[in-house]
Nanobody, 129 residues
Framework: QTQLEESGGGLVQPGGSLRLSCSPS????????IGWFRQAPGKERVGVAC??????YYMDSVKGRFTISRDNARNTVYLQMDTLKPEDTAVYYC????????????????????????WGKGTQVTVSS
C-alpha cells in the first residue's frame, strides 16, 4: 500500500526556519506530483506548494520564504520554510498523486495511471514567541 510519512515539524519563533520531509512508500517521487498542504484550526486545508518533474508552484503568501525540493535518490521531498510567521502555524500534510491541484497551479506526474491522491498523517508546525 502507498503510505506517506512527514517529519520535521515543531515549535519555532517568528523569523525562524524549519525543514519538513516527506518519505513515501509504494511510489517514486520522480514519477508523481508531490505537494504540501496545511490546515490551521477552524480553517480549510489549503495547498502550500507542489513539485513534479517539470513544475513547482507556491501559494502567494509563502513565495520567497518556502522552497519545495526533491531528492530522487532518497525518494524524499522537502519543504524548506524560512522567515516563519505566526500565520504559518498549522498541521502540514504531504500528498502524492498522478496530479495535484493547488489552485495557483497544477503539478502533473509522468505516470500513465491515475492514482491518489494519497495523504500523510500530518506534522504540527507552531510559530510563536
Amino acid at each position: 500500500q502507498t503510505q506517506l510519512e512527514e517529519s520535521g515539524g515543531g515549535l519555532v519563533q517568528p523569523g525562524g526556519s524549519l525543514r519538513l520531509s516527506c518519505s513515501p512508500s509504494g511510489l517514486n517521487v520522480d514519477s508523481y506530483a508531490i505537494g504540501w498542504f496545511r490546515q490551521a484550526p477552524g480553517k480549510e486545508r489549503v495547498g502550500v506548494a507542489c513539485i513534479s518533474y517539470d513544475s513547482t508552484y507556491y501559494m502567494d503568501s509563502v513565495k520567497g520564504r518556502f522552497t519545495i525540493s526533491r531528492d530522487n535518490a532518497r525518494n524524499t521531498v522537502y519543504l524548506q520554510m524560512d522567515t516563519l510567521k505566526p500565520e504559518d502555524t498549522a498541521v502540514y500534510y504531504c500528498a502524492a498523486g498522478s496530479g495535484l491541484d493547488l489552485g495557483s497551479g497544477r503539478c502533473n506526474g509522468i505516470t500513465p495511471f491515475v492514482r491518489g491522491p494519497y495523504w500523510g498523517k500530518g506534522t504540527q508546525v507552531t510559530v510563536s514567541s
